[in-house]
């Protein structure tokens, strides 16, 4: 059984920042890489930033050079910092890591439940 949960969610004013955490808990063998994904009210979830198990990172456009991933694997942890908060951050951000469980012979994708951001004066 894994478990992969979010925290850090809150409501920031434009130009601030937060930092979202997620961890991985569980009969775990191996993780691989972990990411971040976001969706907005009427709209579909979409990629923010990845980060694979050598610490090599994508972003989507929209967030690049204000947004920051990293990891640590001793904790099977993954952050997201978030700078120059915009109203249009604002969404539901979800944690996604591919996870190889004890006893398996390949990775598993698995999500968090989520946790809100609302960029808001």
């Known amino acids: 059984q894994v478990q992969v949960v979010e925290s850090g969610g809150g409501l920031v004013q434009p130009g601030g920042s937060l930092r979202l955490s997620c961890e991985a808990s569980g009969s775990i063998f191996s993780i691989y890489a972990m990411g971040w994904y976001r969706q907005a009210p009427g709209k579909e979830r979409e990629l923010v930033a990845v980060?694979?198990?050598?610490?090599?990172?994508n972003y989507a456009d929209h967030v690049k050079g204000r947004f920051t991933i990293s990891r640590d694997n001793a904790k099977n942890t993954v952050y997201l910092q978030m700078n120059s908060l915009k109203p249009e951050d604002t969404a539901v951000y979800y944690c996604?890591?591919?996870?190889?469980?004890?006893?398996?012979?390949?990775?598993?994708?698995?999500w968090g439940q989520g946790t809100q951001v609302t960029v808001s004066s």
């Open positions: 996604n890591a591919d996870v190889q469980p004890t006893g398996w012979g390949y990775p598993i994708e698995y």
């Open positions: 980060i694979n198990s050598g610490g090599r990172s």
